[in-house]
């Protein structure tokens, strides 16, 4: 998967697992439900066939994973995030993809797709998730005071109901 930019595609982006194909059109085209697994970058488009095909190399990163504090400060703003947003608790930190929880969490959360792109871009899982924890600790007091309004509007517009 690749993020289609006004100059053309990004270079970095991950393999996708198909976990469901949802539906067959007519023309031979489908709607899948994916998930972003290994992050990959480009070298080499290929141009012989009308599909988008090309040669990759898997990336690694460049360092163990990040500290117990701020794994564990990730951690709680992306659950105070997820249930200010979706209403739920989250519940795809284990399985997959939870060695590196700044996947998930960028995966999962209703950010600006340019910002995602740079977090996958990054070779440091510790650099990851100290730019999710600022990203984050900005972005809980808008989804709070949306949260909050939205509760306000749906009573009689007194705050008390």
């Known amino acids: 998967m690749l993020l289609s930019l006004p100059k053309g595609l990004a270079r970095i982006g991950c393999t996708a697992e198909i976990l469901d194909v949802v539906r067959q059109h007519e023309n031979g085209s489908m709607d899948?439900?994916?998930?972003?697994?290994?992050?990959?970058?480009?070298?080499?488009?290929?141009?012989?066939?009308?599909?988008?095909?090309?040669?990759?190399?898997y990336l690694q990163d460049r360092e163990p994973p990040a500290d117990a504090?701020?794994?564990?400060?990730?951690?709680?703003?992306?659950?105070?995030?997820?249930?200010?947003?979706?209403?739920?608790?989250?519940?795809n930190l284990d399985g997959p993809g939870a060695t590196f929880p700044s996947y998930v969490i960028a995966g999962t959360l209703p950010m600006d797709l340019p910002w995602k792109q740079q977090i996958l871009e990054l070779r440091s899982e510790t650099e990851r998730q100290r730019r999710l924890v600022k990203y984050l600790r900005d972005w809980a007091p808008h989804l709070q005071n949306a949260a909050a309004a939205r509760a306000q509007a749906a009573g009689n517009g007194h705050g008390l109901n």
């Not at 998930?35 to 190399?57: H, K, M, N, Q």
């Not at 105070?80 to 519940?91: A, S």
């Open 32 to 57: 899948i439900l994916t998930v972003g697994r290994a992050p990959i970058r480009v070298l080499d488009f290929f141009t012989e066939t009308s599909l988008l095909e090309g040669r990759v190399e």
């Open 69 to 91: 504090p701020t794994d564990r400060n990730l951690i709680e703003l992306y659950e105070t995030c997820h249930t200010l947003v979706f209403g739920d608790y989250p519940k």
